[in-house]
């Protein structure tokens, strides 16, 4: 290769990357707005954990950038050219061609041992003294505990509104786990099936929903907002689709909030659509999704209005045997509680949105009566659900399709579902 | 692999050739495969100290089918068969053949009748409600203990192997460390049951 | 030992003919050992440790293939949001066997390739201490990659493919979550090829304990040599846990074992302490060959010996121990308790500290040393460059606190792509390159070489490098789709585009080794010579590609690059100056007298059983018997085969079963008459070559 060829492979190489590193420093520093990113929190826990790592980033940078300069610097100055072919008997080499044999050096090897020796363990003090704030977790312990339960491939929300989480919730829903603005809400994580992690990243790290084990988790928020999460431990088929949301309400809204979710559905009027649609939900959906006040107590083995049996899990508070109530059925009788599904903005594991222009400009406890519904992904949702969001639905898991409906059944059960507001 | 049966004559150690180590390559083989049953039965027992105590109240229990006193015979017999082994390979090497045979057909016989205890008391507690499926004590019992008993059945049939190579008279002093390989091979099976048998009989709650 | 009883010299022409008196002694026919070492039946049925490593590495090259392949389904099915090349069904087997097939089929067999070939040349022995063994190995390592593959199209397009993650975590993987026959296949597979990994492990630890030529002592042993020992001792100990979960895990699926399941009070963090007691020791057993091989190819490049060769042993050493320390780093978020977290947290940020020594070690060598940047060298560089990437971002998420954001994100598989293709890929190919001569007695073709590092390098950053800000930004790792408004689509765009070029770069590869090979022959085979790098250990002492005795005689190793110190003295101005020229030291392959171990029919025939239990155990319990059975029977076949076959010529045994290997240090391995004269020669020539390399 001539001289001129050479320079110019070495003038591209630099330029790629340095093109490379541009590019994500520039994704990194303006490409911030992102809805699941872990670069831009807003809970507090989010916010320890990035100051921790911030500048534990700028050190690994640092280091990065001493080595790959050194590893260039080197190759600029010690290079040698000539011999191409390599064919001779001493290969690459003239026969004479030697630089200083060097060993090794005992001192330089012992420094650069100590030397990071020294630096990673300033970083795991910061490390461990963060660790064991962030798991402090009983700070939290005041008011409002959540029990949160991960199910293939969606989540569950039991609200104890005293903390008490030996007694049944004060009232259940799902996917959209709300949160007053500034408060420490304590989790309870839980899984009915798999191991399920549940994650909101802008306002806290992840923790793993395992059966048979309850993991205490908090969550907060400094400001208003809606924060999207994401199921990450994989749990099989529908696993991508496994989402949810975290919203943020000031303190009014979310007491507000609150005392719509307390409150049971009506029923509707026989006759009218929203009737010919709850009488087809009754056959059709409401084995496994309970509306208060109107699923029956057949249904579910309880009172209609009562929260769901399966809230105790794992029967430790039924006077049950050691291991969770997890039986086949179990997993096919429990799915999201619907009795206000009009007040959240997404459905079907937050994999699809509710509303059609359900932006953040429009307030959420307004989302019912301002939001256009997306009707179409609904009712393809409950016609053949499988094939908007894969579902084993033959081994019961997951929402079985119902093509035996009529698009006029279809119609009469969105009509019904929008009634649960 | 223990099949392997090295066949290193006197002459092999003589003179010049030796290995690195000065260990047989079968022997120092055996050692490294030793190690690593230390970690697989390392694994079995781990995984049967945290199942054990996973079981509800009413569950058939350690304390439910256990029968000390029987366990304690059957590796008494174990632990005995580990001393004839020791006759086994000294006599060989000695070339006490006959010797050879009979200890060899003892130790054998001795790891059968331990065996032969396992597969009776498998049936006792099996007869007592304890099934391999009925609960995490059950199944981490059986799997802890069966591949036990699944080594020991293993040496078993190497020793009767030894024992029909000698009757065929390919078995003579020259042959002395396969005996010994072998040997090595039994004694790890004979300390693990004793580890097994003190973790899993005697601090059974 | 005498030398009469084994040297016989049989003229060429006596090939096939009996050799009288020893047909007596000859056994049923099925016993009798195969011959030839010509056509398809002499890589069947060999024993001869080098061709096993080249079986070893084409394999890995094919399953290298799939796995790149189920990499750009991936990717196609990543590139756009709601994504529909493939479904999430499909997509789950695809990611989970992507990961199997590249940890599994790729990256172990490449490196066991390696240790096959290398291990006993650069310990200066004639084969492995288990010759047999080692070929069982390699067909058992084929039968479990056969039938793990084969899991991709049985019952259809992925119907069968584990798809439980190759983490496989419980109780997912159990049979109410995962009814299909692919974590089966997953658990039978592991089992297989763990069975054929255990085997080599041992093989190859006594082989570098037992087999090393005289004066080679533990610390003049290369560092390649120290790595695979390591990595085979990390093999030893890794296996056995990994084997217990899997039959738990069979166990659970096939008998109704109640290990993983939950509703009778198991834990599922069972199978994850055992699989990561296992999982994170193996991360070394993929990386360390590779820094094994960067060891080797800078030193040459760099023209100077490698900088701090106790340092790097005890570096390698040490990361070995403390690789064991640091498994439950993969568990921060599974709720294993604080004190765990702080204990694992620390652990694992200190194992950077040997690793960091190493890449200074390698940037040292380079310092003040004459680079010459051969595709080998390339590599070799890139590893260091883009291994240290990956070591950074390892040390970011060994902050537990941190690790909560970055656990199962694409930031993790940013990194461990950098730590297991930037690193142990990378060196491996680099591997390639560089000992291909020795081999195959041709050199791939540089320019090629070179445009394919590039390409790949380049490909590869733009893949994985947009991952780490992908992570970052919230995507989950094994997720079969996003939606669009996540603000995923602009770098999984990019990655898509880099993971195609990956693949021109590889694909370069093998049109390298076809166009090489073509060119090669076309030239008429020229001899590229014992040593075409100016190298520095052994396995360049004897001819390319190597003959099947390895070495001519035994060498009596003195010092640490010993072979290097045999070409190059001092003179008295202290200049390094050439003491003997190559051709006079390597030794030509000439010497046909070397007892070698015969060939057996046995190896590939017990990897068929187990290939037949293993199917047997997924579909009917009565077929496993029946494999059994003839496991078994194979077995005593193997045992009862006779320890050589009388007639082989040239390579003549005396009494002894061929698996003792022995030969190593048998200084009469030369010593018939034709081979007496040239070895007497080298002999007397030793210390002659001795002063003149001390005083030129």
Request: glycine share 10%; net charge negative; hydrophobic share 50%.
């Given at each position: 290769?001539?001289?001129?060829?050479?320079?110019?492979?070495?003038?591209?190489?630099?330029?790629?990357?340095?093109?490379?590193?541009?590019?994500?420093?520039?994704?990194?520093?303006?490409?911030?707005?992102?809805?699941?990113?872990?670069?831009?929190?807003?809970?507090?826990?989010?916010?320890?954990?990035?100051?921790?790592?911030?500048?534990?980033?700028?050190?690994?940078?640092?280091?990065?950038?001493?080595?790959?300069?050194?590893?260039?610097?080197?190759?600029?100055?010690?290079?040698?050219?000539?011999?191409?072919?390599?064919?001779?008997?001493?290969?690459?080499?003239?026969?004479?061609?030697?630089?200083?044999?060097?060993?090794?050096?005992?001192?330089?090897?012992?420094?650069?041992?100590?030397?990071?020796?020294?630096?990673?363990?300033?970083?795991?003090?910061?490390?461990?003294?963060?660790?064991?704030?962030?798991?402090?977790?009983?700070?939290?312990?005041?008011?409002?505990?959540?029990?949160?339960?991960?199910?293939?491939?969606?989540?569950?929300?039991?609200?104890?509104?005293?903390?008490?989480?030996?007694?049944?919730?004060?009232?259940?829903?799902?996917?959209?786990?709300?949160?007053?603005?500034?408060?420490?809400?304590?989790?309870?994580?839980?899984?009915?099936?798999?191991?399920?992690?549940?994650?909101?990243?802008?306002?806290?790290?992840?923790?793993?929903?395992?059966?048979?084990?309850?993991?205490?988790?908090?969550?907060?928020?400094?400001?208003?907002?809606?924060?999207?999460?994401?199921?990450?431990?994989?749990?099989?088929?529908?696993?991508?689709?496994?989402?949810?949301?975290?919203?943020?309400?000031?303190?009014?809204?979310?007491?507000?909030?609150?005392?719509?979710?307390?409150?049971?559905?009506?029923?509707?009027?026989?006759?009218?659509?929203?009737?010919?649609?709850?009488?087809?939900?009754?056959?059709?959906?409401?084995?496994?999704?309970?509306?208060?006040?109107?699923?029956?107590?057949?249904?579910?083995?309880?009172?209609?209005?009562?929260?769901?049996?399966?809230?105790?899990?794992?029967?430790?508070?039924?006077?049950?045997?050691?291991?969770?109530?997890?039986?086949?059925?179990?997993?096919?009788?429990?799915?999201?509680?619907?009795?206000?599904?009009?007040?959240?903005?997404?459905?079907?594991?937050?994999?699809?949105?509710?509303?059609?222009?359900?932006?953040?400009?429009?307030?959420?406890?307004?989302?019912?009566?301002?939001?256009?519904?997306?009707?179409?992904?609904?009712?393809?949702?409950?016609?053949?659900?499988?094939?908007?969001?894969?579902?084993?639905?033959?081994?019961?898991?997951?929402?079985?399709?119902?093509?035996?409906?009529?698009?006029?059944?279809?119609?009469?059960?969105?009509?019904?579902?929008?009634?649960?507001? | 692999m223990t099949a392997e049966a090295p066949a290193h004559t006197p002459e092999h150690h003589d003179g010049e050739h030796h290995t690195s180590t000065g260990l047989s390559n079968e022997k120092l083989a055996m050692w490294v495969f030793l190690g690593s049953e230390?970690?697989?039965?390392?694994?079995?027992?781990?995984?049967?100290?945290?199942?054990?105590?996973?079981?509800?109240?009413?569950?058939?229990?350690?304390?439910?089918?256990?029968?000390?006193?029987?366990?304690?015979?059957?590796?008494?017999?174990?632990?005995?068969s580990s001393l004839t082994m020791v006759f086994a390979v000294s006599s060989i090497a000695r070339g006490d053949l006959r010797g050879n045979r009979i200890w060899l057909t003892t130790t054998a016989?001795?790891?059968?009748?331990?065996?032969?205890?396992?597969?009776?008391?498998?049936?006792?507690?099996?007869?007592?409600?304890?099934?391999?499926?009925?609960?995490?004590?059950?199944?981490?019992?059986?799997?802890?203990?069966?591949?036990?008993?699944?080594?020991?059945?293993i040496g078993i049939v190497m020793l009767m192997s030894l024992l029909v190579m000698s009757m065929r008279g390919n078995l003579g002093p020259e042959r002395a460390e396969t005996v010994e390989i072998i040997g090595l091979y039994w004694h790890f099976v004979?300390?693990?049951?004793?580890?097994?048998?003190?973790?899993?009989?005697?601090?059974?709650? | 030992m005498t030398v009469t009883d084994r040297t016989i010299t049989a003229p060429e022409e006596t090939l096939a003919l009996p050799a009288g008196p020893a047909i007596a002694h000859r056994p049923l026919g099925i016993f009798t050992r195969p011959q030839g070492s010509?056509?398809?039946?002499s890589?069947?049925f060999t024993v001869d440790h080098k061709r096993i490593g080249?079986?070893?590495?084409?394999?890995?090259?094919?399953?290298?293939?799939?796995?790149?392949?189920?990499?750009?389904?991936?990717?196609?099915?990543?590139?756009?949001?709601?994504?529909?090349?493939?479904?999430?069904?499909?997509?789950?087997?695809?990611?989970?066997?992507?990961?199997?097939?590249?940890?599994?089929?790729?990256?172990?067999?490449?490196?066991?390739?390696?240790a096959n070939y290398l291990l006993p040349l650069q310990v200066g022995a004639r084969d492995v201490a288990f010759p047999r063994l080692n070929a069982f190995s390699f067909w058992?390592?084929?039968?479990?990659?056969?039938?793990?593959?084969?899991?991709?199209?049985?019952?259809?397009?992925?119907?069968?493919?584990?798809?439980?993650?190759?983490?496989?975590?419980?109780?997912?993987?159990?049979?109410?979550?995962?009814?299909?026959?692919?974590?089966?296949?997953?658990?039978?597979?592991?089992?297989?090829?763990?069975?054929?990994?255990l085997v080599s492990a041992i093989n190859l630890i006594v082989t570098v304990l037992n087999m090393r030529t005289p004066g080679m002592s533990f610390f003049r042993m290369p560092?390649?040599t120290w790595?695979l020992l390591?990595?085979q001792f990390?093999?030893l100990?890794?296996?056995?846990?990994?084997?217990?979960?899997?039959?738990?895990?069979?166990?659970?699926?096939?008998?109704?074992?109640?290990?993983?399941?939950?509703?009778?009070?198991?834990?599922?963090?069972?199978?994850?302490?055992?699989?990561?007691?296992?999982?994170?020791?193996?991360?070394?057993?993929?990386?360390?060959?590779?820094?094994?091989?960067?060891?080797?190819?800078?030193?040459?490049?760099?023209?100077?010996?490698?900088?701090?060769?106790?340092?790097?042993?005890?570096?390698?050493?040490?990361?070995?121990?403390?690789?064991?320390?640091?498994?439950?780093?993969?568990?921060?978020?599974?709720?294993?308790?604080?004190?765990?977290?702080?204990?694992?947290?620390?652990?694992?940020?200190?194992?950077?500290?040997?690793?960091?020594?190493?890449?200074?070690?390698?940037?040292?060598?380079?310092?003040?040393?004459?680079?010459?940047?051969?595709?080998?060298?390339?590599?070799?560089?890139?590893?260091?460059?883009?291994?240290?990437?990956?070591?950074?971002?390892?040390?970011?998420?060994?902050?537990?606190?941190?690790?909560?954001?970055?656990?199962?994100?694409?930031?993790?598989?940013?990194?461990?792509?950098?730590?297991?293709?930037?690193?142990?890929?990378?060196?491996?190919?680099?591997?390639?390159?560089?000992?291909?001569?020795?081999?195959?007695?041709?050199?791939?073709?540089?320019?090629?070489?070179?445009?394919?590092?590039?390409?790949?390098?380049?490909?590869?950053?733009?893949?994985?490098?947009?991952?780490?800000?992908?992570?970052?930004?919230?995507?989950?790792?094994?997720?079969?789709?996003?939606?669009?408004?996540?603000?995923?689509?602009?770098?999984?765009?990019?990655?898509?585009?880099?993971?195609?070029?990956?693949?021109?770069?590889?694909?370069?590869?093998?049109?390298?080794?076809?166009?090489?090979?073509?060119?090669?022959?076309?030239?008429?085979?020229?001899?590229?010579?014992?040593?075409?790098?100016?190298?520095?250990g052994l396995e360049?002492m004897t001819a390319?590609?190597v003959p099947e005795h390895n070495f001519d005689e035994d060498i009596q190793v003195d010092r640490?690059?010993h072979f290097?110190?045999r070409?190059?003295?001092?003179?008295?101005?202290?200049?390094?100056?050439?003491?003997?020229?190559?051709?006079?030291i390597a030794h030509d392959g000439s010497n046909t007298n070397v007892h070698l171990p015969s060939p057996s029919y046995w190896p590939i025939v017990l990897?068929?059983?187990?290939?037949?239990?293993?199917?047997?155990?997924?579909?009917?319990?009565?077929?496993?018997?029946?494999?059994?059975?003839?496991?078994?029977g194979a077995i005593y076949g193997w045992i009862l085969e006779p320890a050589d076959d009388p007639d082989a010529a040239g390579h003549h045994d005396d009494h002894h079963d061929d698996d003792d290997g022995d030969d190593h240090g048998d200084p009469d391995g030369n010593g018939g008459p034709s081979g007496n004269g040239e070895s007497a020669s080298a002999e007397t020539e030793e210390p002659e070559t001795e002063?003149?390399?001390?005083?030129?």
């Open positions: 290769m001539s001289g001129r060829a050479r320079g110019l492979v070495w003038l591209s190489s630099l330029l790629v990357i340095a093109g490379t590193i541009a590019l994500i420093v520039v994704a990194i520093v303006v490409d911030k707005d992102h809805p699941l990113s872990t670069l831009s929190p807003v809970g507090r826990q989010g916010r320890d954990i990035a100051e921790l790592i911030n500048p534990i980033f700028i050190v690994a940078g640092v280091v990065f950038f001493l080595v790959q300069g050194a590893v260039l610097a080197l190759w600029w100055r010690y290079r040698v050219a000539g011999s191409e072919t390599g064919d001779g008997e001493y290969g690459y080499y003239d026969d004479d061609e030697f630089p200083d044999q060097t060993h090794g050096n005992n001192r330089l090897e012992i420094a650069w041992t100590i030397v990071p020796t020294v630096l990673l363990a300033v970083i795991s003090v910061f490390t461990l003294v963060a660790l064991f704030a962030l798991d402090d977790v009983k700070a939290s312990d005041e008011d409002i505990t959540v029990t949160v339960i991960g199910q293939q491939w969606w989540w569950e929300y039991q609200y104890h509104l005293d903390g008490d989480t030996d007694t049944p919730p004060d009232f259940v829903t799902a996917n959209e786990l709300v949160i007053p603005v500034g408060v420490d809400v304590a989790l309870d994580i839980k899984s009915r099936d798999v191991i399920h992690s549940f994650w909101i990243p802008k306002l806290n790290g992840k923790r793993d929903a395992v059966p048979g084990r309850s993991h205490d988790w908090v969550i907060q928020s400094e400001e208003p907002g809606r924060f999207r999460g994401q199921c990450t431990e994989f749990c099989g088929l529908s696993h991508g689709y496994m989402k949810m949301v975290a919203v943020a309400l000031p303190t009014a809204e979310f007491h507000q909030w609150k005392n719509n979710q307390m409150t049971p559905a009506e029923a509707p009027a026989e006759g009218t659509p929203e009737g010919e649609g709850w009488a087809t939900f009754s056959q059709q959906c409401a084995s496994c999704h309970v509306v208060n006040g109107l699923t029956s107590a057949a249904n579910r083995g309880g009172a209609a209005d009562s929260p769901p049996d399966d809230w105790d899990i794992y029967g430790e508070h039924n006077g049950g045997s050691a291991g969770p109530v997890l039986t086949t059925e179990l997993v096919a009788g429990a799915a999201p509680n619907l009795t206000h599904l009009m007040t959240r903005g997404t459905f079907a594991g937050s994999a699809f949105d509710l509303y059609l222009n359900a932006g953040d400009h429009i307030p959420y406890l307004d989302l019912a009566e301002a939001g256009t519904l997306n009707r179409g992904e609904l009712e393809a949702w409950i016609s053949n659900a499988p094939e908007r969001k894969p579902a084993d639905a033959d081994d019961l898991r997951g929402m079985p399709a119902r093509t035996g409906l009529s698009p006029t059944d279809i119609d009469n059960v969105v009509a019904f579902l929008s009634t649960l507001d | 230390c970690l697989l039965f390392g694994g079995l027992i781990s995984t049967y100290m945290f199942n054990k105590g996973r079981i509800g109240p009413d569950d058939v229990g350690p304390n439910d089918v256990f029968d000390i006193p029987f366990t304690s015979v059957s590796s008494f017999v174990l632990l005995m016989a001795l790891g059968a009748t331990f065996v032969a205890g396992q597969v009776y008391e498998f049936t006792a507690f099996y007869s007592e409600g304890l099934g391999f499926t009925t609960n995490l004590f059950g199944s981490a019992f059986y799997a802890l203990t069966g591949f036990h008993g699944a080594h020991v059945t004979d300390i693990v049951w004793i580890v097994i048998f003190t973790i899993v009989y005697l601090f059974p709650q | 010509e056509g398809w039946r890589w069947l080249i079986m070893y590495g084409a394999a890995a090259l094919f399953f290298f293939l799939v796995g790149g392949a189920e990499a750009l389904f991936i990717r196609l099915q990543l590139a756009t949001p709601n994504g529909s090349v493939i479904g999430a069904g499909t997509y789950n087997g695809v990611f989970t066997m992507h990961g199997v097939t590249m940890v599994f089929l790729v990256i172990m067999p490449m490196a066991a390739a390696f058992c390592f084929l039968a479990g990659g056969l039938l793990l593959t084969s899991s991709i199209l049985v019952g259809g397009w992925f119907q069968n493919a584990p798809d439980g993650g190759w983490f496989a975590y419980a109780p997912n993987t159990g049979l109410l979550f995962s009814p299909s026959k692919g974590i089966d296949f997953y658990a039978v597979g592991l089992q297989i090829l763990g069975i054929a990994s560092v390649l790595m390591i990595t990390l093999l100990f890794a296996l056995p846990v990994i084997t217990v979960a899997l039959f738990l895990l069979m166990f659970d699926r096939l008998w109704d074992a109640n290990f993983f399941n939950v509703e009778a009070g198991a834990d599922p963090l069972l199978w994850q302490h055992l699989f990561w007691i296992f999982g994170h020791p193996e991360v070394y057993i993929l990386i360390l060959p590779a820094f094994g091989i960067v060891s080797e190819i800078i030193p040459t490049f760099s023209r100077k010996p490698l900088f701090g060769y106790h340092f790097m042993v005890a570096s390698g050493i040490a990361i070995g121990f403390m690789g064991w320390g640091v498994w439950a780093h993969h568990m921060f978020t599974s709720g294993v308790g604080p004190l765990s977290v702080a204990a694992f947290s620390v652990s694992t940020m200190f194992i950077a500290v040997p690793t960091g020594v190493k890449i200074l070690n390698w940037l040292a060598t380079m310092y003040r040393g004459r680079l010459r940047f051969t595709t080998p060298m390339l590599y070799a560089v890139g590893v260091v460059s883009m291994f240290t990437i990956g070591g950074l971002s390892g040390v970011t998420h060994a902050i537990a606190p941190s690790d909560t954001q970055q656990t199962d994100t694409y930031y993790i598989v940013a990194h461990f792509h950098y730590v297991i293709f930037g690193g142990a890929l990378l060196g491996l190919f680099g591997g390639f390159y560089y000992w291909w001569p020795k081999a195959f007695g041709y050199k791939l073709s540089e320019a090629w070489g070179k445009a394919s590092f590039w390409v790949m390098l380049i490909g590869f950053n733009f893949t994985f490098g947009p991952m780490h800000i992908l992570g970052l930004q919230g995507m989950s790792r094994r997720i079969a789709t996003y939606r669009a408004d996540e603000g995923f689509a602009l770098w999984n765009m990019v990655a898509t585009i880099g993971a195609f070029v990956i693949a021109v770069g590889v694909a370069m590869f093998f049109w390298n080794v076809y166009v090489s090979t073509r060119n090669w022959r076309r030239a008429g085979r020229p001899d590229v010579g014992p040593d075409p790098w100016d190298a520095r360049w390319s590609p640490l690059d290097w110190h070409k190059y003295g001092k003179d008295e101005s202290g200049r390094v100056v050439r003491a003997a020229p190559t051709s006079e990897g068929g059983g187990i290939l037949l239990v293993g199917y047997g155990i997924i579909y009917n319990l009565w077929l496993a018997a029946a494999g059994l059975v003839f496991l078994i002063e003149a390399a001390t005083v030129g």
